[in-house]
Nanobody, 120 residues
């Protein structure tokens, strides 16, 4: 049974920091691209950041320079460090594990999501 369990969300003031963690189980973690997505009320879900098994990263333009994604293949965890948070970062953040072979999707799993609220 695949499980992705997020933690670390909460309420923070503008300019503050939060660290989100996602613990994965039930998959061969090192084979998966791990990502953080977010969805704000009334908006589509968007990719925030992703990291390959070898550590290559990709960020949404809106978070570049403020968010950092990292992974620990031994601990099967992925972390999103967020600094200089803005009210527009408010959303439900979800962890994703995805594995593909060419055009074939071999696995696509989601966590339950954690709320991040940036407000004074």
């Amino acid at each position: 049974q695949v499980q992705l369990v997020e933690s670390g969300g909460g309420l923070v003031q503008p300019g503050g920091s939060l660290r989100l963690s996602c613990a994965a189980s039930g998959i061969t973690f090192s084979l998966y691209v791990m990502g953080w997505y977010r969805q704000a009320p009334g908006k589509q879900r968007e990719l925030v950041a992703s990291i390959t098994s070898t550590g290559s990263t990709n960020y949404a333009d809106s978070v570049k320079g403020r968010f950092t994604i990292s992974r620990d293949n031994a601990e099967t965890t992925v972390t999103l460090q967020m600094i200089s948070l803005k009210p527009e970062d408010t959303a439900v953040y979800s962890c994703n594990a995805r594995r593909s072979r060419g055009p074939q999707l071999l696995g696509d799993y989601w966590g339950q999501g954690t709320q991040v609220t940036v407000s004074s």
